[in-house]
């Protein structure tokens, strides 16, 4: 077995640190597929990188999809080291960390974002559930990983696969806050009490674990009277549900899956547009407003 490395040249350690000793872990959770988990995690990133918080994205998900996000396209990257070399122990953690880019990695104009940084995913991550299975502490394994960069960064945001399996349980084992993205709708909202379910569970079978369901966000949310009135029915729910938890909405907007197809966040996609603005004021209603130099 070959050793991965690093391709592009390591620049985390050079950015200047922001406001906070440790980073704040948030883990973006839902087991059904396509609820906004990756969007979020990616958009709220950008955000908060422009308010000046140094910011790690760690995508999980063998889709890559938060990878793609940022500009990579790891399989064509056969040299660039992957969590899934760290899994492999071909690979260090940090070998795995590169700037997240606003366009595709290799085009000429493609530029780098200040502050934001991700982990960067492989397909073969399919697999890490086998391989995880059999290790001894196989839920703490991507805790152990974060430990080693945690000083480093401000916010980590953990992009998860759409299921509750061990990968998952991993990033709820390494989080203190776990964020439920999810579309409006009855099937949704339920999504919202198996994460809970998955959480108690953890947290009282692993006395160190911290996590609990600190955030819920609705994404996609209907724009106009005519998208439905079960969507407002279920909105009502969920504000009423988690009053606490409930975070700014997101507009549903055509601009997202665009902004996903040019590999940049919606900041420097669609600056003015009404779900980038939501974004802002997620990131905000998350803790991580401007920073003042
Ligand atoms: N506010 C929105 N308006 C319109 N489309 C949206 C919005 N949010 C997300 N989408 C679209 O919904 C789809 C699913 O979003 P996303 O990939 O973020 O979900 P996910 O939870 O990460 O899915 P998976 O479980 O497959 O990883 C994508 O095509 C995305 O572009
Ligand atoms: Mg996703």
């Known amino acids: ?16 640190r922001g406001t906070h000793a440790l ?23 950008a955000c908060a990188a422009e308010y000046g918080f140094k910011t790690l994205i760690i995508g999980l998900d063998a889709q890559c999809d938060a990878s793609v996000f940022c500009g990579y396209e790891p399989q064509d990257m056969p040299q660039q080291a992957t969590l899934y070399d760290v899994l492999l122990g071909v690979a260090e ?18 530029k780098p974002i200040e502050n934001l940084f991700i982990a ?26 974060i430990e080693r960069v945690r000083d480093q960064f401000d916010l980590i945001l953990i992009d998860c696969p759409g299921n509750l399996g061990l990968l998952v349980v991993n990033a709820i ?26 959480i108690d569970q953890i947290t009282s079978t692993f006395a160190g674990v911290k996590a609990r369901l600190a ?8 724009t106009s009277r005519s998208q439905g009135a079960v969507y407002d029915d279920s909105k009502r729910e969920v504000a009423a549900a988690y009053e606490q938890e409930l975070l700014p909405m997101v507009r549903r907007s055509p601009r997202i899956p665009e902004a996903y197809a040019a590999r940049k966040a919606l900041r420097f996609f669609d600056r003015a547009g009404e779900a980038t603005q939501d974004y802002f004021e997620v990131t905000k209603a998350l803790g991580f407003t401007r920073l003042k130099r």
């Open 93 to 110: 953690f940090e070998d795995t960390i590169v700037p997240a880019l606003a366009g595709k990695y290799g085009d000429s104009a493609t």
């Open 215 to 222: 955030h819920v966000l609705v994404v996609d949310a209907p």
């Open 120 to 145: 960067l995913e492989s397909p073969d991550l399919e697999d890490a559930e086998q391989i995880l299975g059999p290790k001894t502490g196989r839920e703490f394994w991507l805790r152990g990983l």
């Open 173 to 198: 084992c390494a989080s203190e806050e776990v964020a439920g993205a999810v579309k409006p709708g009855w099937k949704e909202l339920r999504a919202l009490t198996r994460i809970e379910q998955k």
């Open 1 to 16: 077995m070959s050793e991965k490395f690093q391709i592009i040249p390591r620049s985390y350690e050079l950015v200047e």
């Open 23 to 45: 980073a704040r872990i948030i883990a973006f959770v839902n087991q059904s597929g396509g609820a906004g988990k990756t969007t979020s995690v990616v958009n709220v990133g």
